[in-house]
């Protein structure tokens, strides 16, 4: 089906908008869109970050809730196409896809009664070209949670080319870059540990790379720590050791010279479970310093 069938489909049935488990504002954004467009109920499996704590107030929503998934007739899954990130959902009630990854899991796509999954920099950048393909009209706050998504799912533009910012200044109209600052660090940090924990930063310098490493006691600090100071101190690679494990940062330049040919060899050597980027149970940062070296400009 196109997508005028699936608006004509969805009209007198029971629907459930959600998305993947550790939600973010890609997704959150996605189920407000879904929402308005489509109506029906909402389940936002529980955030991680910050940054979707304070895109979920300002939208008025809530996360989790007694949700009894058996009683929709249709279930809209967001910014993802893996099944294994929504399983909460039970088996054998219909569901859409619209997602923007590269599509990996095929069947689940398949299993679709619709999808939508260009790849594109962020999920809201698919919904707003649907909405403008079906004369759909978005509420100025249903674009403003846009700006919010795109932001943050570029790695905060670290990504973004002129393409995504002439979506932004279709989802920001008359509000300030300020506002989405505002959002997404609406949640406070505790500011004590953080610069408490920044202050112990180590300085290594690898073959002209320049490195730090900082122990910190969550990924709101590490995200802060990637936001504040990654670039004002002009580092190659950032090494946060978090309560779950290491988590690597690298400049978008040395992604494949560093982080592919070099720290992914080591994590698959040594056998370690990546999830969401972190290296689970594994601590000892000397051995990324040691595999670094091996690192030629
Ligand atoms: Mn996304």
Redesign the pocket.
Known sequence: MDFKDLLDFSKDKKILHTTHTKS?C??ISSIYWGINVFGGDYYIPEFELRTASGLIKILNLKTGGNVGFKRYDLIFIY?TERSENVDFLPQNIPYVIFD??PARDTEFLNNAIYKFNRKAS??VINLYDISIENNLALSDDVLFSFAV?LYT?TAMFRTARGAEFEYLSKFLKNRKFEEILETIYFEKIDKESFIDQISKTQFFEINSLSVAVCRLNSQDEYYAYIDSLFDVLSLDVFIGILPEGIKVHVKKRHVQKVYHRILVQLQKGMNIKRDHGVWLNFFDYNLILEALKKYES
């Open positions: 973010d890609d997704g910014d923007h990854h962020a999920n998504a799912d």
